[in-house]
T-cell receptor, first 115, second 110 residues
Framework: AQSVTQPDIHITVSEGASLELRCNYSYGATPYLFWYVQSPGQGLQLLLKYFSGDTLVQGIKGFEAEFKRSQSSFNLRKPSVHWSDAAEYFCAVGSLSTNAGKSTFGDGTTLTVKP | NAGVTQTPKFQVLKTGQSMTLQCAQDMNHEYMSWYRQDPGMGLRLIHYSVGAGITDQGEVPNGYNVSRSTTEDFPLRLLSAAPSQTSVYFC?????????FGPGTRLTVL
């Protein structure tokens, strides 16, 4: 069965500092990997996705993520955080055979940005 | 192009009542899903559909029914609401490699 672990429940960073959110997955086949962001009271918005090819993927809002197969990780990074990045972030894994619509989500990481 | 729409936005039920959460998409996606989101637990898949007339259970299907008579609509029915079903419910539709989420329905069962 596929699973996703986001080790950090809550992270606080200062505005302008760099950010890395961790994500580890478990899946036997080639995974589809996603990062979503959810602002308070809102739905989920896709930040970026990885299916194959270049292991460093660029997303919206200045985010990037790196797929490391050997570590089963797909960590999200941003070089300089803005106050508007405060939100909850979810990592998800799907598969080629089951379609993105049957993704398994991590429990989320809440990001707080200090002024 | 409205994307994925959900109604209602908020709902309060009494234990034992039934109701239907509506979900519609206008992107002609075959795949649609229902998730529930509870604090600290991420999103859990309730039911999903791979096309009109085809549905299947997800991780937490008990207490919920679905049907898919058209490509556009995928309603979620609570047959007899329980306090444990208090949650935020998200509907999503997907092309093969990306999900699009609705704005959610916040349900409280008293």
């Amino acid at each position: 069965a596929q699973s996703v672990t986001q080790p950090d429940i809550h992270i606080t960073v200062s505005e302008g500092a760099s950010l890395e959110l961790r994500c580890n997955y478990s899946y036997g086949a080639t995974p589809y990997l996603f990062w979503y962001v959810q602002s308070p009271g809102q739905g989920l918005q896709l930040l970026l996705k990885y299916f194959s090819g270049d292991t460093l993927v660029q997303g919206i809002k200045g985010f990037e993520a790196e797929f490391k197969r050997s570590q089963s990780s797909f960590n999200l990074r941003k070089p300089s955080v803005h106050w508007s990045d405060a939100a909850e972030y979810f990592c998800a894994v799907g598969s080629l055979s089951t379609n993105a619509g049957k993704s398994t989500f991590g429990d989320g990481t809440t990001l707080t940005v200090k002024p | 192009n409205a994307g994925v729409t959900q109604t209602p936005k908020f709902q309060v039920l009494k234990t034992g009542q039934s109701m239907t959460l509506q979900c519609a998409q206008d992107m002609n996606h075959e795949y649609m899903s229902w998730y529930r989101q509870d604090p600290g637990m991420g999103l859990r898949l309730i039911h999903y559909s791979v096309g009109a007339g085809i549905t299947d259970q997800g991780e937490v299907p008990n207490g919920y029914n679905v049907s898919r008579s058209t490509t556009e609509d995928f309603p979620l029915r609570l047959l007899s609401a329980a306090p444990s079903q208090t949650s935020v419910y998200f509907c999503a539709s997907s092309a093969y490699n990306e999900q699009f989420f609705g704005p959610g329905t916040r349900l409280t069962v008293l």
